[in-house]
């Protein structure tokens, strides 16, 4: 018989007390979360893997400061969040002749294959929403979090996450009312 799944709580004791592996473990549960959350904020996949790789080595090194009682979801969340922030931040003060070419990952035949496919436009739509909307829609709807959570994440007020929600659900079915009228396949 397996025995039963050490619970976060369990897992960040372990870390603090010097087990690794319980990181490890916490890692391993977190990390393709984190990851997406990076990705749709960042849209850049060596973005999105370098801030996921940043906010994990944050955390760790932050983990004695880790408040008991918490989720430690909502933690890495929030410590992913302002990572990918600060990638941005610091890309809008670097001119584009400074970027690194990045190879374009969508170019192919099964990504035009894929295009025709209404999880396309839908991922097109939510890339295109503004950043603040974006997140919310991601962490919600794509992450499976709360309004509580989720304003804890992004330090927002509750009304604040309804609203952006609301309205991103909104700009959505426009954008994904337009792809259908455009393609004239629903």
């Not at 473990?25 to 904020?41: D, G, N, P």
Request: hydrophobic content about 45%; aromatic content about 8%; overall charge neutral.
């Amino acid at each position: 018989m397996e025995a039963p799944a050490l619970t976060d709580d369990a897992l960040i004791a372990a870390a603090v007390a010097g087990r690794g592996e319980a990181f490890g473990t916490l890692v391993e549960r977190y990390e393709r979360a984190v990851y997406h959350l990076a990705l749709r904020t960042l849209h850049d996949t060596e973005e999105a893997k370098d801030a996921t790789q940043e906010a994990f080595f944050k955390a760790y090194r932050a983990l004695r400061s880790f408040r008991p009682g918490a989720k430690f979801s909502t933690w890495i969340f929030t410590i992913a969040y302002h990572a990918c922030c600060d990638r941005i931040a610091r890309r809008k003060r670097i001119s584009p002749e400074e970027m690194p070419d990045r190879a374009d990952p969508g170019a192919g035949p099964a990504e035009l294959a894929e295009r025709n496919d209404m999880a396309a436009a839908l991922r097109a739509a939510i890339d295109g929403l503004p950043e603040k909307y974006r997140t919310v829609i991601t962490l919600f709807h794509l992450q499976g979090k709360q309004y509580e959570e989720i304003a804890a994440v992004l330090d927002l007020p509750m009304g604040t996450v309804k609203t952006h929600l609301f309205r991103a659900k909104e700009l959505l079915r426009k954008a994904l009312g337009d792809a259908v009228a455009e393609t004239g396949t629903p």
